[in-house]
Each structure stands twice: as structure tokens, then as C-alpha cells.
């Protein structure tokens, strides 16, 4: 299955947002990010709780920053195409 980046940064991907700590970029939610992987909300926050996918914690809620979210997609291409 194929993940579009410019669905998981809403379009504000490549260089004007991707790796970019000083831009502010609006969190996702678990449900919002689980919507746009094409995963079940459970299995996101499950594996953000296993440390599996990249979050952080708001007022003690998970949240996901889009250009993270995107690094680790980027990473997994990597190793799928390169067979590692």
C-alpha cells in the first residue's frame, strides 16, 4: 500500500515544512492520522503507545506531528525497497 505525503502533511510537505522545527505545523490527533495511513484509530494509538510510531503527549493526549509522521514513512520505503 502506497501512503501519499502530501495527504499526511496537508499538502504543506517538502521543503517548506518537511524537517522544519521553527514552522508551526498543526498536531494530529489519533483518529485524524488513522483516517489518512488507512489504519483502525486502535492500532495507531497502540502503536504509538509501543513507541512503534513517532508521538508526542499534549496535556496528556497523543499527538502526531505531520513531518515526523512522514520521516518514519519515509524510513519504512526506504527499507522496503532496499530489502533490509
Given at each position: 500500500?502506497?501512503?501519499?505525503?502530501?495527504a499526511i502533511t496537508n499538502?504543506?510537505?517538502?521543503?517548506r515544512f518537511f524537517g522544519r522545527r521553527d514552522a508551526?505545523?498543526?498536531?494530529l490527533t489519533p483518529p485524524e492520522l488513522a483516517e489518512r495511513l488507512?489504519?483502525?484509530v486502535k492500532t495507531v494509538?497502540?502503536?504509538a503507545r509501543a513507541g512503534r510510531l513517532p508521538s508526542l503527549?499534549?496535556?496528556?493526549?497523543v499527538r502526531f506531528r505531520p513531518s515526523d509522521i512522514a520521516?518514519?514513512?519515509?524510513?519504512?520505503?526506504?527499507?522496503t525497497?532496499?530489502?533490509s
Open positions: 500500500m502506497s501512503i501519499d505525503r502530501e499538502g504543506h510537505g517538502g521543503s508551526v505545523e498543526q498536531l488507512h489504519l483502525h494509538e497502540r502503536m503527549r499534549v496535556c496528556g493526549r520521516s518514519w514513512l519515509a524510513e519504512r520505503e526506504d527499507r525497497c532496499h530489502g
